[in-house]
């Protein structure tokens, strides 16, 4: 009896300590990463390699979800807003909704899918073949030569792809909101733009910054711990993009709960 009713404590105390213990590990990561920024050399060109890899790849599929969201958010507002007789209302709607959650979020999840992924098999297949052994072998720190560039370029290119979203979901809401809901594009443009302010733009930017940092430690680390062959590199893959997502959206939810209560 006394088994059964602790059974549960037990898989959760395990389950508390392999996240405590992740924790851990992706704050040393993190950690020496940031130690990493500050040292020389930062190998300039490894860096926009990576921002070109991660930034101008990204750009369309970027374009076109946030395009296609800011139509849809247009519909689904204006649903709402005709009852109430106040259409003009969708354009300071859209934008707001745009700038503060789905350009960052949409545009985090966007990169986490195509670029985490993409280190985290990089890493990985580094690690099974032995080469970040070669590499420690060669006096180089693994950190600082593949995670440290990797992390400034997401760091450069995520709030700039975040800024490329915005535009472009205001884009999508105007298209709709001009062209089938009959509003003049002048007052849209008016509406859309009078509601933004510093704090709007400020905390999507914020967003885009920890989201950077999410997927590239995140990524990195999985890529490190690859075990198994073929099969190890495929496991990491899929865990860095499931957790990427997960801290994404919880790291979204207290951010905005900080801006509420401290800027309300």
Known sequence: MISR??????????????????????????????????????????????????????????AVASLFIGMVLAFQS???MQ???AEIYIASLVSLSVVREIGPVMTA?????????????????M?????????????????RYLVVPRLIAILIAL???????????????????????????????KMATLPLVFKDLGSGLLKSCVFALIICIVSCFEGFRTEGGAEGVGRSTT???VASFILII???????AMFYFIWR
């Open 5 to 62: 009713l602790t059974a549960p404590l037990a898989v959760a105390g395990a389950w508390a300590v392999e996240l405590l213990d992740y924790a851990g590990h992706l704050g040393i990561l993190f950690v020496r990463s940031l130690g990493g920024c500050v040292a020389k050399p930062l190998r300039p060109q490894a860096i926009f390699y990576e921002v070109w890899k991660i930034g101008i790849q990204s750009w369309l599929i970027v």
């Open 78 to 80: 204006a649903y709402q």
């Open 83 to 85: 009852r109430l007789a």
């Open 109 to 125: 999840l966007i990169v986490a899918g195509r670029v985490g992924s993409s280190i985290a098999a990089e890493l990985g297949t």
């Open 127 to 143: 690690k099974v073949t032995e080469q970040l052994d070669a590499l420690m072998t060669l006096a180089t720190d693994p950190v």
């Open 159 to 189: 709030p700039i792809l975040t800024l490329w979203a915005d535009a472009l979901g205001i884009l999508g809401g105007f298209v709709i909101g001009t062209m089938k809901l009959g509003i003049l594009p002048s007052l849209y443009w």
């Open 239 to 241: 865990v860095a993009v």
């Open 250 to 256: 919880a790291t979204d939810c207290l951010i905005t």
